[in-house]
Structures are given as structure tokens and as C-alpha cells.
């Protein structure tokens, strides 16, 4: 019994030993307070922002031409391909001028036949007739005057019993037919000089038929497409290349309802395009008198410099058009943002302990950003919270 009683009071006084020596350690490890962190505070300061509406859209080639010959023929030369730059009136296209050419020097050669026919000279430019001087007039005036001398002389012979009526018949007869032969010559004179006229204007079409065989690009631009190849024969009218004017373009989007009214024609527009960090210019130039009734949104058409060329026609852009140049802000740096879960929030300091404050940001510029909401003029913030979190102890470096 008293063995028994022995081995419980051995076991107590273990157990008393194990608790006391557990209290000791625990009591020895307790957590020291935590060291504040020294945090730089910066004040939210009001300041100039423009006003933007961004939107999307996609940039299309102001103007597409399809070129093509005025005239049929065989393609001689192709200068441009797929890509080509062209300027306003650089050769695209000849065809083969043989035909042309030979149209021209025929009409040349029917023109100098024309010319000598009317008694001027077949390499010369003037062009004064005088029908009286011509030849086929002089000679029909000199047989009428002729025939009027002879019934002059027959109606004095007849009076003197020396000829019979028949002859002043004959006379009189001769005179009228004289008269008709002079009229015919002076309308054969002007039957030619509107020949003449026939055929410079015959001339002129061969000429402009020989100059339509070389086509020209009707604008600065780029080649889109090719429709022919050298050697291939073309009626009048079928495509040989098609060119897009690349400078400017245009941008097409559409505006939201809520910022219509503050897109005006004439507006700065900054454009980025896919894969280019490069921000281009330009502006708005049309309006749509409407808002379309299916999405609500208003069509606006901008104008974009692209005079280096750097952009092409159907790329994805994001355009920035500015609708207010000065508008006042509150302002924060971008580093003094935390974000978390898409919660926004700046941090501040109250008695030694960072607090946390909710915020709603808009438009960033450099390194500043825009706060709606959540903050006032003045309030200082952490510059640099970094994983700082609220309730957390702050000290304020000078």
C-alpha cells in the first residue's frame, strides 16, 4: 500500500515538474513588438488633365482607284508590283505603242492632203483661207466672167440685127450655167475647210489614243493589287492595278451615347495601332448627324498623318480623342497606388498606424494618376507603400 501511494506521488510531482518547465519556455518565447516602418508621405495635389474619350476602330484607306487603259491593246510594260509606292502621275502600265503610232502618222498625212488642197502649206500651222484665192474659185470666177462678157457682147450684137436670139439664148444660157460652177467651187472650199477641221480633230484622237497607251497613277498611294501581266491583251477598261491612298488615313469607331456631345470636328486624335508603340496624330473631320439606334453609339471619322508611312490600311486602332485640353484633376504618383483583387486603394497614416483608403482612379499621365473618388486636395498618402497593409505601425521620414 504505502509502495502504491509512493509511485502516484512520484508521477504528481513528474507531471508538476513537466507543466512548471512548459510555462518557462513559453513565458521565454513571447513575440516582441513589431519595429514601425518609416514611410514617405506625399499629398494629393489638384492639377491640370485633358479629357478623353478612348474608343477603337480600324484604319481603312481614305480612297481605292482601280486603274485601267482608256484604249485597247498589248501590255509592253508593267512598272509597279504588289506594295509598289507611286506618286501622282508616275508611269504604271504601256502597252505597245506600234498601232498607235501608225494612227497618229496616218492621221498626220490625211491632214497635210487637206491642207494643200486649200493651198496652204501641208507643214504649217495657219490655217486663214481666202475661197476667192484658191485655185478651184479663180478658175470659176474667170469662166464666169467670161460668160458674162459673151452675153454682154450677144444682147449689143443682137440689137444691131447681127446675131439671132437663139445665140443670146446660148449666151445667157452659158452665163447661169458659169454662175452655178462658181457657187459649186466656193462651197467645195468650204466642204474642205471643214475637212481640215475633220481632220485635226482625227489627229488630235490619234495623238491622245498613242498618249492613253501609257497609264499614270492618278494619286500618291500604294499598290494593293495587280490585275495583269506583260504580254496580255486588255480592252478598253479592264483593271490593271489597283492603288490606296495611304496618306492620310481613315479611322472609322464609333463614340458612346454619354460622350457624343463632346466630339466636335476639328479635335486632336491620338492613334495606336497594334504591335507599334508609336503614337500617330490626327484629327476628326466627320460626324454623323446620328446615333445609330442598334448599339447607341455615334460614327465619327478621323483623319490620320501616316506621311512616313508607317501605318497600314486595315490595322486595329485605339484612338484617344481629346475633347477637353484643360480640365482639373486630383492627382496621385502611380506608385502610391495599391492594387488588390481589382480593389484600388492609397495608403495613409493616423497616430503611427497606416490606414487604408478605397479609391477609384481615371486617366493616367506619365507617372501621375487621376482619382475620382476616395481622396481630397491635400490628404497625404505613403509614396511607396509596397505590401504595406492598414492597421500596420508607420513612422514619418522627414
Request: charge should be positive; charged fraction near 25%; include cysteine.
Amino acid at each position: 500500500m504505502h509502495k502504491f501511494i509512493f509511485v502516484i506521488f512520484s508521477a504528481v510531482l513528474a507531471l508538476g515538474l513537466t507543466v512548471t518547465g512548459c510555462s518557462k519556455t513559453k513565458s521565454s518565447e513571447a513575440p516582441k513588438a513589431k519595429a514601425p516602418r518609416a514611410v514617405r508621405l506625399v499629398p494629393v495635389e489638384k492639377g491640370s488633365l485633358p479629357r478623353t474619350v478612348t474608343v477603337t476602330g480600324t484604319l481603312a484607306a481614305d480612297e481605292e482607284v482601280i486603274t485601267s487603259f482608256k484604249v485597247a491593246g498589248r501590255v509592253s510594260e508593267l512598272a509597279v508590283d504588289l506594295g509598289s509606292l507611286v506618286r501622282k502621275g508616275q508611269v504604271l502600265s504601256r502597252l505597245d505603242p506600234t498601232d498607235f503610232q501608225l494612227r497618229v502618222e496616218q492621221a498626220e498625212a490625211a491632214l497635210r492632203q487637206t491642207r494643200a488642197r486649200l493651198g496652204l502649206s501641208p507643214e504649217g500651222t495657219d490655217e486663214r483661207v481666202d475661197p476667192e484665192r484658191t485655185a478651184p474659185v479663180r478658175e470659176a470666177r474667170a469662166v464666169l466672167d467670161e460668160a458674162r462678157l459673151n452675153r454682154d457682147r450677144a444682147a449689143s450684137l443682137l440689137q444691131k440685127n447681127y446675131i439671132s436670139k437663139m445665140d443670146l439664148d446660148a449666151a445667157v444660157s452659158r452665163l447661169l450655167v458659169a454662175e452655178g460652177r462658181y457657187q459649186a467651187s466656193l462651197e467645195e472650199i468650204r466642204d474642205r475647210q471643214a475637212l481640215l477641221a475633220q481632220r485635226k480633230s482625227e489627229l488630235a484622237l490619234a495623238r491622245q489614243q498613242l498618249a492613253d497607251a501609257t497609264l499614270h497613277a492618278p494619286m500618291n498611294g500604294a499598290v494593293r493589287d495587280k490585275k495583269t501581266s506583260v504580254g496580255e491583251y486588255l480592252a478598253a477598261g479592264s483593271p490593271v492595278t489597283v492603288i490606296v491612298r495611304t496618306h492620310p488615313l481613315r479611322l472609322k469607331v464609333s463614340v458612346p451615347e454619354r460622350d457624343a456631345a463632346s466630339v466636335k470636328i476639328g479635335q486632336t486624335v491620338k492613334v495606336r495601332v497594334e504591335g507599334d508603340t508609336t503614337e500617330n496624330t490626327g484629327r476628326v473631320v466627320r460626324v454623323s448627324p446620328v446615333i445609330e439606334k442598334q448599339n447607341r453609339t455615334l460614327t465619327v471619322e478621323a483623319e490620320v498623318d501616316n506621311a512616313q508611312g508607317r501605318l497600314r490600311a486595315g490595322s486595329f486602332a485605339t484612338a484617344e480623342i481629346l475633347v477637353q485640353a484643360d480640365r482639373q484633376v486630383l492627382l496621385v504618383p502611380a506608385s502610391s497606388i495599391v492594387t488588390f483583387a481589382g480593389i484600388e486603394k492609397v495608403i495613409g497614416e493616423k497616430q503611427g498606424l497606416a490606414v487604408e483608403r478605397r479609391i477609384r482612379t481615371g486617366s493616367r499621365t506619365g507617372n501621375r494618376v487621376e482619382i475620382l473618388e476616395g481622396v481630397a486636395p491635400g490628404d497625404l498618402i505613403v509614396a511607396e507603400p509596397g505590401n504595406l497593409n492598414g492597421g500596420e505601425p508607420v513612422s514619418v521620414k522627414q
